[in-house]
C-alpha cells in the first residue's frame, strides 16, 4: 500500500488546531488533541441546535432559506396571534406583525417576499379564514382572498414564490372536513388548479414554483389516524404518482425542489416525529434524524441542502446542513 507521503508529496502535517477550510481528503495530526483527523465527503445531512425564539409558539408558520427565515401566527400557547419572527441562521428577532392573527397558515417565498393565506382562526367560526397577506421584510399587506379557508401544520401544504405557488387541499370548515383543492397562485389571485388525487391535510410539499411541485405524506381523515403513504408530482396541470416516502407522516414540513428535496418532522397520527427524509427527483431516501420530535412547526422551504426547524413553547430551533465536506477522527493516540 502506497505511503501518504507518496501519494500527497509531503508527510502528515502536525497542526495545534484544525485547519479554518481544510478540503476534502486533507488529512492532519491535531497536536493539541491528539488527534488524527481529515476531511471526507459524508453522505447524510446534520441536524445542530441554534438560537430560540424569543416568543416560543406551537402551530406556527415558517417560509424562507436558514439564513433568512421566517416564522408567523399560532395558536398556542394562546390563539390568533399576529406574532412574526425573522431567523438569521442563528438568531431570532421580532418582525411585523400580521394584520390577522392566526395559525396553521399556508406560507411560501422567502424572506422580503413572502406570503401567508388561509389559516385556523379558531376559536371563531368559520375556523377556516381565507385572508390572506404578503410580507416585504417588514410589513404585512392584505392581497386578494384564497379560494377556500383551509388550514393546515406548519405551513406544510405550500410550496413556491410570491408570483407562483401552491396550496394543496387542508381542512376546511368545519373541522373535520378536508378538500382535495389545489389552489395555483400567480401573484395577484388565488383560483383552482388540477384537484389532488384524494382529499388531505398535513402533506409535505415543496417545489421551485406552483407549476413544479411534489406533495408526500398527509392524511385523508380528521383527526390525522388515517395516514397517506404516498406521493405525487405536479407539472402544472397534472398530479402523477412517484415513489412513495419511507415513513408515513402528516403535519410534517417540506422543502427544497423537484430534484432536490427535505421533509421532516410531523406525526404518525399517534406522536411527533423526528424523521428527516431527502428526495432526489425520483427516491425518498431517510436522512439524519432530528434532535426534537415536532409537528405543527416552522420550517423553511426554499432549500432541500439548508434549512430549519423552530416550534413548541420553548421556541427551540435546529438547523439542518446537507451532506457535504466534514471533519472526521481518523484514530487517536
Not at 410550496?159 to 372536513?177: F, H, Y
Not at 431527502?278 to 412547526?297: E, I, K, L, W, Y
Amino acid at each position: 500500500m502506497a505511503d501518504y507521503i507518496n501519494i500527497n508529496g509531503n508527510n502528515i502535517p502536525i497542526r495545534a488546531s484544525d485547519p479554518t477550510n481544510p478540503i476534502v481528503g486533507e488529512i492532519w495530526y491535531n497536536s493539541t488533541t491528539n488527534l488524527l483527523k481529515g476531511q471526507a465527503l459524508s453522505t447524510s445531512g446534520t441536524w445542530s441546535t441554534s438560537g430560540t425564539m424569543n416568543t416560543g409558539r406551537g402551530q406556527a408558520s415558517g417560509l424562507g432559506t436558514l439564513t433568512a427565515g421566517l416564522a408567523a401566527g399560532t395558536q398556542s400557547p394562546t390563539p390568533n396571534q399576529v406574532l412574526t419572527e425573522e431567523y438569521d441562521g442563528s438568531t431570532w428577532s421580532v418582525g411585523g406583525n400580521l394584520n390577522d392573527g392566526r395559525a396553521d397558515l399556508n406560507t411560501f417565498g422567502v424572506q422580503t417576499a413572502g406570503i401567508a393565506a388561509a389559516g385556523d382562526d379558531f376559536p371563531n367560526s368559520p375556523r377556516g379564514t381565507t385572508a390572506a397577506e404578503e410580507y416585504n421584510g417588514s410589513t404585512w399587506t392584505s392581497i386578494n382572498p384564497t379560494i377556500g379557508g383551509s388550514y393546515e401544520g406548519g405551513g406544510g401544504a405550500a410550496t413556491g414564490t410570491q408570483t407562483s405557488a401552491l396550496i394543496v387541499g387542508g381542512r376546511t370548515s368545519p373541522a373535520t372536513s378536508l378538500t382535495n383543492v389545489t389552489q395555483e397562485y400567480d401573484g395577484t389571485s388565488f383560483s383552482s388548479g388540477t384537484n389532488y388525487p384524494s382529499v388531505v391535510q398535513g402533506s409535505s410539499v415543496f417545489g421551485a414554483t406552483g407549476t413544479t411541485a411534489i406533495s408526500a405524506g398527509g392524511d385523508s381523515t380528521n383527526p390525522g389516524t388515517t395516514l397517506i403513504t404516498s406521493a405525487f408530482s405536479y407539472d402544472g396541470s397534472t398530479w402523477a404518482s412517484i415513489n412513495s416516502p419511507t415513513g408515513a407522516t402528516t403535519q410534517g414540513v417540506g422543502s427544497g425542489t423537484n430534484t432536490v428535496g427535505l421533509i421532516f418532522g410531523g406525526t404518525n397520527g399517534i406522536s411527533a416525529q423526528t424523521q428527516t427524509e431527502t428526495f432526489d427527483g425520483t427516491c425518498f431516501a431517510a436522512d439524519t434524524n432530528m434532535a426534537n420530535a415536532r409537528q405543527f412547526f416552522a420550517g423553511g422551504k426554499v432549500s432541500g441542502t439548508s434549512t430549519f426547524a423552530a416550534s413548541g413553547p420553548p421556541g427551540a430551533t435546529e438547523n439542518y446542513a446537507g451532506a457535504g465536506p466534514e471533519t472526521v477522527t481518523i484514530s487517536s493516540s
